[in-house]
């Protein structure tokens, strides 16, 4: 296959060595395309094998046996690196290193084993679908190679050389004697020409089964694939009119057309020469001596030249075909020639060529609904006539071309989830695209996605979970959710995914037990402690209706997490939330508790203006008040006043100075964007959407932006003293 140009030769992900683009195709030459010579490079759709345990089940890096098929112990060296593949599956090099290792030493239990767990987690490799047929092949099982080759065709359908690989084996090993086998290879050959033939780089396949037809003395169904081959789109669409032209000249038109066309052919010629003849007649009678009779001409006969007037009728119909179909290549080819790694591989993308495949589905996608609603929009003004003209042609193309454009979207999906399969956001274009036509094809694609090549990242993982959630089955989201945090341990999203999904299932004590477990879980890690110790408070106290055990999990987080200020604000918010009556108390006393702990200035006053203000607002005796006020007052003083001038003088003290606020963003647990003022810490704002990095975020500060503000004015407990200017005395 052809490598980008100017990359030296390397092994590529599919287990061949990657060509200079000269090399990639010997009828590369032949091509006239419109702008600029391309090289061909094929790639393949995915439906990829799906084991029941998924593809990371450890029962299936089970080493081999010492002795199987008869083919003696082991290689020194395999069990070693048989290991190193299964402490890293998904390490490329360490798989490659085995096979490698195995292919030297020619062990087929070993090449088996390693070629059949590796394809497990890489199988749109098709070059080691390929070593794996012949492997078996050389070993004399033909049915086992037949049966691999299928496998692999299951998981890279768009692969030309894989099913050209496929025909050639069964072309060596079927009796063609046998009267079942040409069918049988036809039917391949259908099969391939269905699942592959739209790719823009399927030329190969489409010249085999023409000169396979022909071998098979078949002219007409020749010409039949010719004509299909015609109206596809693809780097070698001139060679293929030109295949045609020299199929038609070198064969009577009776045997390289179909009867019906053929029929309706002859009929319109022989037409058209009687025509011919009558004029000559009434000329050559005007000149013809007195007395002398006409030549007679047999009537029923096919003369050559009438031959050769089919022959300019048939080419004169495919010349608009041709000259079409160059038009729909000519849109595609700067599309095609910005693609320069078609194939799968673990190396990562550039931006050029991701956004390479963006374009060219944006374009594509953009095509499909142009041409739709072409097909279906009435004419502005037409008379009866033109409409009843009309009416046929446009009822076929509503028929026909949604449909085909469908299903031409849908290669060029799968040709590029090939080369991106490693990226979530190709995955979630090619969902969205697949929901509003089949949830079965939804989930199939989120299978695809998350068993084979995005095991580990969590975006797609969620959207699937979210999907079956939304169409009622929640065993299947249940089941997704426990997956992904086996697969990435300690992401806190995941967790609260589950028991958020719980909750809205009515399953309320399950809720409770997922955050009580992370709680538990969490005790080595005293900032995602405090970020679920949250969590369960509010659940408990919001839902639950349990304040005592509510204010018990903040309590026992304080105690491992005393310098947390987020666990003194929720608790604080606990307590101002419940009856004012009863709450005095405890809203002073976590006030001076916060007040005792090893916070910042900015954090201790803001605690304490809301004590002030939770007992100007609900104590009963001014006594109370004044003395709260007073201890308000000493604290200004020990922390160097910065409130107390904002309180007696002109300054807006709703409007923090910059030093304080670049203060408490800098002392804050994580960076975040400020919320709307005056949001309550129990309702959160919305999640944003994930950065495609999130899934190396493990811990409480990847989410700060979700449940934690920088600055407590956030939640509402900005000093607005303002109010009682002079209703306490200066101080």
Not at 126 to 133: E, L, N, R
Not at 137 to 165: F, K
Not at 528 to 543: M, N, P, T
């Given at each position: 296959?052809?490598?980008?140009?100017?990359?030296?030769?390397?092994?590529?992900?599919?287990?061949?060595?990657?060509?200079?683009?000269?090399?990639a195709?010997?009828?590369?030459?032949?091509?006239?395309?419109?702008?600029?010579?391309?090289?061909?490079?094929?790639?393949g759709?995915?439906v990829?094998?799906?084991?029941?345990?998924?593809?990371?089940?450890?029962a299936?890096f089970?080493?081999?046996?010492?002795?199987?098929?008869?083919?003696?112990?082991?290689?020194?060296?395999?069990?070693?690196?048989?290991?190193?593949?299964?402490?890293?599956p998904?390490?490329?090099?360490?798989w490659?290193?085995?096979?490698?290792?195995?292919?030297?030493?020619?062990?087929?239990?070993?090449?088996?084993?390693?070629?059949?767990?590796?394809?497990?987690?890489y199988?749109?490799c098709?070059?080691?679908?390929?070593?794996?047929?012949?492997?078996?092949?050389?070993?004399?099982?033909?049915?086992r190679?037949?049966?691999v080759?299928?496998?692999?065709?299951?998981?890279?359908?768009?692969?030309?050389?894989?099913?050209?690989?496929y025909?050639?084996?069964?072309?060596?090993?079927?009796?063609?004697?046998?009267?079942?086998?040409?069918?049988?290879?036809?039917?391949?050959?259908?099969?391939?020409?269905?699942?592959?033939?739209?790719?823009?780089?399927s030329?190969?396949?489409?010249?085999?089964?023409?000169?396979?037809?022909?071998?098979?003395g078949?002219?007409?169904?020749?010409?039949?694939?010719?004509?299909?081959?015609?109206?596809?789109?693809?780097q070698?669409?001139?060679?293929?009119?030109?295949?045609?032209?020299?199929?038609?000249?070198?064969?009577?038109?009776k045997?390289?057309?179909c009867?019906?066309?053929?029929?309706?052919?002859?009929?319109?010629?022989?037409?058209?020469q009687?025509?011919?003849?009558a004029?000559?007649?009434?000329?050559?009678?005007?000149?013809?001596?007195?007395?002398?009779?006409?030549?007679?001409?047999?009537?029923?006969?096919?003369?050559?030249?009438?031959?050769?007037?089919?022959?300019?009728?048939?080419?004169?119909?495919?010349?608009?075909?041709?000259?079409?179909?160059?038009?729909?290549?000519?849109?595609?080819?700067?599309?095609?020639?910005?693609?320069?790694?078609?194939?799968?591989?673990?190396?990562?993308?550039?931006?050029?060529?991701?956004?390479?495949?963006?374009?060219?589905?944006d374009?594509?996608?953009?095509?499909l609904?142009?041409?739709?609603?072409?097909?279906?929009?009435?004419?502005?003004?037409?008379?009866?006539?033109?409409?009843?003209?009309?009416?046929?042609?446009?009822?076929?193309?509503?028929?026909?071309?949604?449909?085909?454009?469908?299903?031409?979207?849908?290669?060029?999906?799968?040709?590029?989830?090939?080369?991106?399969?490693?990226?979530?956001?190709f995955?979630?274009?090619?969902?969205?695209?697949?929901?509003?036509?089949?949830?079965?094809?939804?989930?199939?694609?989120?299978?695809?996605?998350?068993?084979?090549?995005?095991?580990?990242?969590?975006?797609?993982?969620?959207?699937?979970a979210?999907?079956e959630?939304?169409?009622?089955d929640l065993?299947?989201?249940?089941?997704?959710?426990?997956?992904?945090e086996?697969n990435?341990?300690?992401l806190?999203?995941?967790?609260l995914?589950?028991?958020?999904?719980e909750?809205?299932?009515?399953?309320?004590?399950?809720?409770?037990a997922?955050?009580?477990?992370?709680?538990?879980?969490?005790?080595?890690?005293?900032?995602?402690?405090?970020?679920?110790?949250?969590?369960?408070?509010?659940?408990l106290?919001?839902?639950?209706?349990?304040?005592?055990?509510?204010?018990?999990?903040?309590?026992?987080?304080?105690?491992?997490?005393?310098?947390?200020?987020?666990?003194?604000?929720?608790?604080?918010?606990?307590?101002?939330?419940?009856?004012?009556r009863?709450?005095?108390?405890?809203v002073q006393?976590?006030?001076?508790?916060?007040?005792?702990?090893?916070?910042?200035?900015?954090?201790?006053?803001?605690?304490?203006?809301?004590?002030?203000?939770?007992?100007e607002?609900?104590?009963?005796?001014?006594q109370s008040?004044?003395?709260?006020y007073?201890?308000?007052q000493?604290?200004?003083?020990?922390?160097?006043?910065?409130?107390?001038?904002?309180?007696?003088?002109?300054?807006?003290?709703?409007?923090?100075s910059?030093?304080?606020?670049s203060?408490?963003?800098?002392?804050?647990?994580?960076?975040?964007?400020?919320a709307?003022?005056?949001?309550?810490?129990?309702?959160?704002?919305?999640?944003?959407?994930?950065?495609?990095?999130?899934?190396?975020?493990?811990?409480?500060?990847?989410y700060?932006?979700?449940?934690?503000?920088?600055?407590?004015?956030?939640?509402g407990?900005?000093?607005?003293?303002?109010?009682?200017?002079?209703?306490?005395?200066?101080s």
């Amino acid at each position: 296959m052809a490598a980008a140009e100017g990359r030296e030769e390397e092994m590529s992900g599919n287990g061949e060595p990657e060509e200079s683009p000269g090399s990639a195709m010997e009828t590369s030459e032949d091509s006239a395309p419109p702008p600029a010579e391309m090289t061909e490079e094929n790639g393949g759709g995915t439906v990829a094998l799906e084991p029941p345990d998924g593809p990371d089940n450890p029962a299936s890096f089970a080493a081999p046996a010492a002795t199987e098929d008869g083919d003696g112990e082991l290689p020194a060296d395999f069990e070693r690196l048989w290991k190193a593949a299964h402490d890293s599956p998904r390490d490329f090099t360490s798989w490659t290193d085995l096979l490698q290792y195995c292919e030297q030493e020619t062990h087929i239990t070993s090449s088996r084993r390693a070629l059949g767990a590796f394809l497990q987690r890489y199988p749109l490799c098709y070059g080691y679908w390929k070593k794996f047929v012949d492997l078996e092949r050389r070993a004399g099982n033909n049915d086992r190679a037949e049966e691999v080759c299928i496998e692999g065709l299951q998981a890279i359908p768009l692969s030309v050389d894989l099913w050209i690989h496929y025909i050639n084996l069964l072309l060596g090993t079927l009796d063609m004697n046998l009267p079942e086998s040409p069918s049988r290879i036809r039917g391949v050959f259908e099969d391939a020409v269905v699942a592959a033939g739209l790719d823009f780089h399927s030329d190969r396949l489409w010249d085999l089964y023409v000169e396979w037809e022909k071998e098979q003395g078949n002219m007409k169904n020749a010409t039949t694939v010719l004509d299909r081959v015609l109206k596809v789109p693809t780097q070698l669409y001139n060679t293929h009119y030109d295949k045609f032209k020299q199929h038609l000249n070198g064969h009577e038109p009776k045997e390289a057309l179909c009867p019906e066309e053929y029929e309706e052919l002859r009929a319109l010629c022989r037409q058209s020469q009687k025509a011919e003849r009558a004029e000559q007649a009434q000329e050559a009678e005007e000149e013809r001596p007195p007395g002398e009779e006409e030549p007679a001409t047999p009537e029923g006969t096919d003369t050559e030249d009438l031959m050769q007037k089919i022959r300019e009728q048939v080419q004169l119909r495919r010349d608009k075909i041709y000259q079409d179909n160059e038009g729909e290549v000519r849109k595609r080819w700067h599309f095609e020639e910005a693609i320069k790694r078609p194939y799968f591989h673990v190396k990562p993308l550039d931006r050029l060529q991701l956004r390479a495949w963006h374009t060219y589905l944006d374009w594509e996608l953009a095509q499909l609904h142009t041409d739709t609603r072409d097909s279906t929009q009435e004419p502005t003004q037409a008379t009866p006539e033109e409409s009843e003209a009309a009416a046929r042609p446009r009822k076929a193309s509503q028929e026909a071309a949604v449909p085909r454009d469908d299903h031409r979207i849908r290669i060029l999906f799968e040709r590029c989830l090939i080369a991106c399969a490693l990226y979530e956001e190709f995955w979630t274009r090619y969902v969205q695209y697949l929901e509003v036509q089949s949830v079965d094809e939804v989930r199939a694609a989120y299978r695809r996605a998350c068993r084979i090549h995005l095991p580990s990242k969590p975006n797609i993982h969620m959207q699937w979970a979210t999907f079956e959630e939304r169409n009622g089955d929640l065993t299947e989201a249940r089941r997704v959710l426990e997956v992904l945090e086996k697969n990435v341990p300690g992401l806190a999203i995941v967790r609260l995914r589950r028991a958020a999904l719980e909750r809205r299932a009515g399953q309320l004590d399950q809720s409770e037990a997922l955050l009580t477990e992370a709680v538990a879980e969490s005790k080595e890690r005293p900032t995602l402690h405090a970020f679920f110790s949250i969590k369960l408070a509010r659940l408990l106290l919001k839902l639950g209706r349990d304040r005592s055990r509510a204010r018990r999990v903040l309590q026992d987080a304080l105690e491992i997490s005393p310098e947390n200020d987020k666990l003194y604000m929720n608790l604080l918010e606990l307590e101002v939330s419940g009856d004012p009556r009863a709450s005095a108390e405890a809203v002073q006393e976590c006030v001076t508790r916060a007040l005792a702990a090893p916070l910042t200035s900015h954090a201790k006053i803001l605690f304490s203006e809301r004590g002030l203000q939770f007992a100007e607002d609900y104590n009963n005796s001014i006594q109370s008040v004044l003395s709260v006020y007073e201890e308000h007052q000493k604290l200004l003083k020990e922390l160097g006043g910065t409130k107390r001038e904002a309180e007696n003088g002109d300054e807006d003290p709703e409007k923090p100075s910059k030093s304080e606020e670049s203060s408490a963003v800098a002392e804050s647990a994580t960076e975040a964007t400020p919320a709307t003022p005056h949001v309550p810490i129990t309702t959160p704002p919305p999640p944003p959407v994930m950065a495609a990095d999130v899934s190396a975020q493990t811990g409480y500060a990847g989410y700060s932006s979700w449940y934690q503000q920088p600055q407590y004015g956030s939640y509402g407990y900005q000093s607005s003293w303002n109010y009682n200017q002079g209703y306490y005395p200066p101080s």
